[in-house]
């Protein structure tokens, strides 16, 4: 178990993360999202042991991890950390970058080991090319089958730390990782953290997702809690498509309310339903085509706007007056 106790980290006047608590369990998927400059590399950083917290502290299985300050060489040998810019060694091969981290065990156990892990990370078919001559994914992979490559002994837990594992990624390569990080916490028996600013990713695989504000973890939940009752209009927008609006535009909207008009709700797209007995409306004004479905952009008034989302675009037009029916309530969203 992965644990930090309101760590904070100041960089001079900057305070980068603001006593965050954090715990991610033995094969949990925990993905924390924020955006640029939100603190998520940073506390992955201390959540490995390569930076000094200035409050508070991280702990692995009730061992303190030591930071840069108390270690000669920073980090924790069960705790694996792949960066951004994957880090492999140019001039030697896929299968040989991995061999390097278990370089001192037996021949026989890197053949098994490497063996393994190739097949893992479906690496077999580059196994003897340059990082050069590979994709962008097949990088991303083989710096995932390092990292893990040095397996501790039976019943020892590990945690597999990832930041922005699915970055500059295409479509295909985003569903491997997506893929081999699963495979690896059943396999493997790890603990896994990974941040990233496209909360797709974090949704679709993640057990607990959590939201990074300036710092401050503001939101830890289910991926289905936190995106259907986001605590702000920022967690909202990062989590998904979200129309934002105000409270005194509500009642346009069928819905009668006590609260102060620049009070705001979140109503996701798939909560308007586009219909002729609608029981308000308002004129097409966008329509986007995004393959299975459409985004269909409608203007309730002058001042408030919607998106709806429909796999039925056919006979819709821009300037065309249409009905909408809510489904569901509206979900009201704290300040900040």
């Not at 995106?227 to 409270?247: D, E, S």
């Amino acid at each position: 178990m992965l644990q930090a106790e309101r760590v904070s980290k100041y960089f001079g006047d900057l305070m980068a993360v603001r006593s965050v608590t954090l715990t991610v369990k033995s094969g949990e998927v925990v993905g924390l999202v924020g955006a640029s400059g939100s603190g998520k590399s940073t506390l992955l950083n201390l959540m490995a042991g390569l930076l000094d917290s200035d409050d508070g502290g991280v702990s692995f299985n009730n061992e303190h991890i030591q930071g840069p300050s108390e270690r000669l060489v920073a980090g924790h040998p069960q705790i694996k950390l792949v960066h951004q810019e994957y880090q492999l060694m140019p001039n030697i091969t896929i299968r040989e970058n991995i061999v390097y981290s278990i370089r001192f065990y037996e021949k026989e156990y890197q053949e098994y080991r490497v063996k393994q892990l190739l097949a893992l990370c479906r690496l077999e078919h580059v196994a003897n090319r340059l990082p050069k001559q590979v994709s962008g994914g097949e990088k991303q992979r083989t710096a995932i089958a390092r990292a893990i490559a040095e397996k501790p002994a039976d019943g020892v837990p590990t945690a597999l730390l990832l930041d922005e594992p699915f970055s500059h990624l295409d479509s295909a390569n985003r569903d491997l990782i997506r893929e081999l990080i699963l495979d690896l916490v059943r396999n493997e028996k790890t603990a896994c953290l990974f941040v990233t600013h496209d909360a797709a990713d974090a949704l679709s695989i993640s057990d607990r997702i959590g939201i990074l504000q300036s710092g401050r973890l503001i939101q830890l939940d289910t991926p289905q809690q936190v995106y259907r009752f986001p605590h702000n209009a920022y967690v909202a927008q990062l989590t998904g498509l979200a129309n934002i609006i105000r409270a005194k535009h509500l009642p346009s909207m069928g819905i009668q309310h006590s609260f102060h008009p620049n009070a705001t709700v979140c109503v996701r797209p798939e909560q308007l339903e586009i219909n002729d007995r609608g029981l308000f409306g308002g004129i097409i004004r966008r329509i986007f085509f995004k393959g299975h479905y459409s985004e269909v952009q409608i203007e309730l008034n002058r001042y408030a706007k919607v998106t709806v989302v429909t796999d039925k675009p056919e006979g819709l037009a821009v300037g065309q007056l249409v009905g909408l029916n809510l489904l569901g309530g509206v979900h009201w969203l704290r300040d900040g």
